[in-house]
Structure formats: structure tokens, C-alpha cells
């Protein structure tokens, strides 16, 4: 109940789970994506008035005095200068999440590996644009040669992934709330 007596609406929703858990799209002031947070930083940075809630998610937060909707979108109010560019770490997580977790030769989703187009033994480097994934029977057909040469080609050449690729990627379950802001 508030002040007045009456009783307060409550949030229907499903309890969060895990407060830790980075599923909260973290936007500028100007709303271009600058990172995805997790849901106890996001609810700290609203409730000190450093962000505020642009969309809502089905969870629930529950405290002894208070039940409050999960933000799944929040904008910071003032804005912050960043480098042009998001640097995605380059690990073999994101490496698989940029491919989509399929082999870039045949397209299979098991036995996974990474593979170096150009290979390492020739001078190739470990990095976003020489590294893709493959499976483990088309790496060891392709052997240290290059795709031309073992007459396999890619299906997507390897790239660097933007923010937004990483963003949808980083996670199992993708934000519908989001696709408004990440275009």
C-alpha cells in the first residue's frame, strides 16, 4: 500500500534470476549502443539518476519494501565520449559467436575449431580477419594451406564484428526489446 492507502499496482513478471547477469542494453545520451551491463548495475544507475529506463523486460526484482520491472534498455543522461570504434575482444567465444557457430566450409555446427585461413606456419596472424571457424574435418582437410589452394572457399570471410553483432551474439537469450536501438 502507499501513503494515500490505497494498494499499488504490482509488476507481473517472472523473479531475475541473476542480478550479474549482463542483459541490460546500455545506451549514450545521443541512444547510439555503448554497452550491455548487468541488471544490478543498471538498477543502481537508475535509481542514483544516472541513467533512466527506456524499456522494460518481464523480470522482477523483489526487496522486503519494494517489487520492481527489470530494465532491459536504459539511456545515460549525460553523455559519454568513447572511441569511434567498440574494440569486441578477440577470444575463441566470439570468434564462434561472430560465425554463428558453423563451420564456414560446409556450414556443420559440431565439432567446432578455429581455423587460420592463412596459416600460421606462412606467416598468417592470430586475428578477427585471418582466424574463422571450422570443423574439425574440414580444418585438418585444409591442413596449412590456404582455402584457394585445398579448393575449399568460406562462406563469410572473417571480419571484424561490430558492436552489434557482438552484442546479439554475446548472449543466448537475445533482447527483442533491443532491435529498435542496435539498427
Known amino acids: 500500500m502507499n501513503h494515500a492507502g490505497r ?52 523480470d522482477v526484482v523483489r526487496s522486503p519494501s519494494t517489487v520492481m520491472q527489470v530494465p532491459s534498455v536504459i539511456r545515460l543522461r549525460r553523455y559519454v565520449r568513447r572511441p ?8 575463441r567465444r ?7 557457430f558453423t563451420c564456414q566450409y560446409c ?22 580477419t585471418n ?17 584457394e589452394e585445398a579448393q575449399m572457399p568460406l562462406q563469410h570471410g572473417p571480419r571484424v564484428p561490430s558492436f552489434r553483432a557482438f552484442a546479439h551474439g554475446q548472449f543466448a537469450q537475445t533482447q527483442p526489446e533491443w532491435e529498435h536501438y542496435l539498427r
Open 7 to 58: 494498494e499499488e499496482p504490482r509488476p507481473t513478471g517472472r523473479p531475475a534470476s541473476d542480478l550479474n547477469a549482463a542483459r541490460v542494453l546500455v545506451l549514450n545520451a545521443s541512444y547510439e549502443p555503448l554497452q550491455v551491463t548487468s541488471i544490478k548495475r543498471a538498477i543502481t544507475l537508475t535509481q542514483f539518476g544516472v541513467a533512466e529506463v527506456l524499456e522494460e523486460s518481464r
Open 94 to 100: 566470439n570468434v564462434l559467436r561472430r560465425d554463428a
Open 131 to 147: 582466424v574463422t571457424t571450422a570443423c574439425r574435418d574440414c580444418n585438418q582437410r585444409k591442413g596449412s594451406r590456404t582455402p
Open 107 to 128: 556450414g556443420s555446427g559440431e565439432n567446432l575449431t578455429l581455423d587460420h585461413v592463412m596459416p600460421r606456419s606462412r606467416g598468417g596472424r592470430h586475428e578477427w
Open 84 to 91: 569511434n570504434t567498440f574494440a569486441v575482444p578477440f577470444n
